[in-house]
Nanobody, 121 residues
Framework: QVQLVESGGGLVQAGGSLRLSCAAS????????MGWYRQAPGKQRELVAT???????NYADSVKGRFSISRDNAKNTVSLQMNSLKSEDTAVYYC???????????????WGQGTQVTVSS
């Protein structure tokens, strides 16, 4: 199994910044992609940003130019720098990875427990 531990959520005023971090641990053979999704009350979970082991980044249109994702492949960590936050960014943010384990090479998706980000207007 893979455990994903998130940190860095909290309450911030509109226009402010937060940085989310996530560390993956377990019998990990490889991680193809890591990233962040979010879910606001009454809405479906949506992609925020992902990054591959080759450093290819993908962002939701709503966060382009404001959020930046980075990854440390050696440490199996991913971070999300969130700037110019808006009230509509308020959500529970979930760390995600697509990983293969030693002895079980077929990769699958793993999720963190989520961290709350609240942006006050």
């Amino acid at each position: 199994q893979v455990q994903l531990v998130e940190s860095g959520g909290g309450l911030v005023q509109a226009g402010g910044s937060l940085r989310l971090s996530c560390a993956a641990s377990g019998s990990i053979f490889s991680i193809a992609a890591m990233g962040w999704y979010r879910q606001a009350p009454g809405k479906q979970r949506e992609l925020v940003a992902t990054i591959t082991s080759g450093d290819e980044r993908n962002y939701a249109d709503s966060v382009k130019g404001r959020f930046s994702i980075s990854r440390d492949n050696a440490k199996n960590t991913v971070s999300l720098q969130m700037n110019s936050l808006k009230s509509e960014d308020t959500a529970v943010y979930y760390c995600y990875c697509n990983a293969a384990l030693f002895g079980v090479l077929k990769p699958r998706d793993y999720w963190g427990q989520g961290t709350q980000v609240t942006v006050s207007s």
